[in-house]
Structures are given as C-alpha cells and as structure tokens.
C-alpha cells in the first residue's frame, strides 16, 4: 500500500485551471492540437456565470463555488476543441480501422482515459488535450480498436500494435498522468 501511495505522489495532475481555483484572473492553455485557449474570470454581481467567445471570459457569480467553477472551464475547453478532436479522430480512423464512428465528444472523466459505445460512439477525456500528440493518437486508436474488438483480448492488442506499434510506451507515459479530480 505504501508503495501505491507513494507511486501516486509522482505522477503529474493535469490541471490547467488549478491557478485560477486559487484567485488568477486569467490562463491560457496550449493544446496539443496546435490551439491555444485564453480564460479570463471576473467577478460580476450578476446572479449566474456567464462566458462570451473571444477565448473565454467568465463572469463568475458571487455564490458560484470552485466546483461549479471547476467544470464549468472544462467544459469550455472541451468546447474549444471539439471540431478539431473530431476531425483528428476521423482522420486518424480513415488511416487506420476505417470503423464506423457515430459521435466523437469530449468529456471531464474522473477515471478514464477514453470510452467507445457500441454503436460508434467514442468519448475522450478532456485533458488528454494537455499530454502530447503521441498519447492522444495512442488513446484514439485504442478507442477505435474497441469497435472490433470490444474487450482487451490478445486479438484487440495485436490491432492496437498493428496500427500503433510503440503502444506500450504510450501507456508508460499515460501511467505518469493523474486525471483531475
């Protein structure tokens, strides 16, 4: 246990909001798909949180708590980026499987990496967005290789492997990541 814990200490939360949590008034995050998002917070008497595009600036409400707060930007960032996850997604798809995706979304997951639905429906965890392009492109093909292969049979890491052949680094440095809590 204590060599859980202590393997738990070193690895890296990927938190581009933690800063703003604590009072900074505004952030930008650098994507890996090339993109750079601008946060601004203000403090507003308003009796909501409201956010206008041109980056982002948010009013935040008096009673809006850090929680609330929390998502909410996650939320924004994955808004921020979801015309170009769905398109490397696809793109990365046409390349490889060539499998039948309904819905590419991105979504702040608690303890996954990534998620695919039966029906073609594949779901990314949004800080994913923050590791390096090399992760993402592993994570997707292993999302997609899910369609075949809806299990993590022999047969499903030799498509992994087919199409991703460093895999097993991918998870290595996946492994270094926490997902925010």
Known sequence: MAKAFIKEKTRTTIDPFAGILQGETETTVHLVTGQSV??????????????????WRITRAPHADKRTLHRSLWHLLALSASVS?????????????????????????????G???????????????LTSPQILRYVIIHELAHMPHPNHSAKFWRTVGEF????????RELRKFKLPS
């Open 38 to 55: 601008q946060f601004e917070i203000a403090e507003g008497g308003r009796t909501r949180t409201k956010a206008m595009r041109n980056g």
């Open 85 to 113: 996850v769905r398109s490397l997604v696809r793109g990365i798809n046409e390349e490889t499987l060539q499998v039948n995706i309904t819905s590419v979304a991105l979504k702040l997951m608690r303890s996954r990496w």
């Open 164 to 171: 991703e052949p460093g895999y097993r680094k991918r998870v």
């Open 115 to 129: 998620s695919c639905g039966r029906r073609g429906q594949i779901a990314l965890s949004t800080p994913l967005l």
